[in-house]
């Protein structure tokens, strides 16, 4: 069964657009939802993450979204760049020991 | 700099023979974890560890084993390696139990089971 499910599966925007990418869990006891961000060839990277005693967190162009009633959070990345393109998942975890990881979301940025 | 390395970057094995791969890490983290990835599936745990000589199973963890003799490497073995273990394997670390959470990856190993 999966812990975190993740959509979209891929996604293209324009440059400047913003991309929306979505969790969902069932885990009430998560309480450490991060993003990574990877590259073709490149091991996942943390991009951004978020405990579930705040609703919002923005690090630069990202932010995530965190509705814990509906146990849901979101990534979105404002004024996207070329750059961005890459593969995004989110994943959860309780007191930071296993995570369960989305099944990823392929995002491209045409200039 | 502290960092992770995985070795070998890509393996060709044949069915049935028993594969090693090695992580190593500098951090001093106390935790490490083995996952594989495949298209449609994302990261799935095989197995981790929370320190010297503890060892647990993963999601997928059936024809996989892990050990751990010092904080440093954590050796993932394929005991007889079979075509559905052809994947792109990671592993990654993290200080422990308490904050901070964030796990750190290696950049990978791609192994094919031809």
């Known amino acids: 069964q999966q812990q975190v499910k993740q959509s979209p599966q891929s996604l293209i925007v324009q440059k400047g657009g913003i991309p929306i990418i979505n969790c969902a869990y069932e885990?009430?006891?998560?309480?450490?939802f991060p993003w990574y961000q990877q590259f073709p060839g490149k091991g996942p990277a943390l991009l951004i993450a978020?405990?579930?005693?705040?609703s919002e967190k923005k690090e630069g162009r990202f932010t995530i979204s965190f509705n814990k009633s509906a146990k849901q959070f979101s990534l979105h990345i404002m004024d996207s760049q070329p750059g961005d393109s890459a593969t995004y998942f989110c994943?959860?975890?309780?007191?930071?020991?296993?995570?369960?990881f989305g099944t990823g979301t392929s995002l491209t940025v045409i200039p | 700099d502290a960092e992770i390395t995985q070795s070998p970057r890509h393996k060709i094995t044949e069915t049935g023979r028993q594969v090693t791969l090695a992580c190593h890490q500098t951090?001093?983290?106390?935790?490490m974890f083995w996952y594989r990835q495949d298209l449609g599936h994302g990261l799935r745990l095989i197995h981790y560890?929370?320190?010297?000589?503890?060892?647990n199973k993963g999601e997928v963890s059936d024809g996989y084993s892990v050990s751990r003799s010092n904080t440093e490497d954590l050796p993932l073995t394929l005991e007889s390696a079979a075509s559905s273990q052809t994947s792109v394997y990671f592993c990654?670390?993290?200080?422990?139990?308490?904050?901070?959470?964030?796990?750190?990856f290696g950049p990978g190993t791609r192994l094919t089971v031809t």
């Open positions: 951090w001093n983290h106390n935790n």
């Open positions: 994943a959860a975890s309780e007191t930071g020991n296993q995570f369960y």
């Open positions: 885990n009430t006891a998560f309480d450490y």
């Open positions: 978020i405990r579930p005693d705040v």
């Open positions: 560890s929370y320190g010297v000589q503890d060892t």
């Open positions: 990654a670390s993290s200080v422990g139990t308490g904050s901070p959470y964030e796990q750190y």
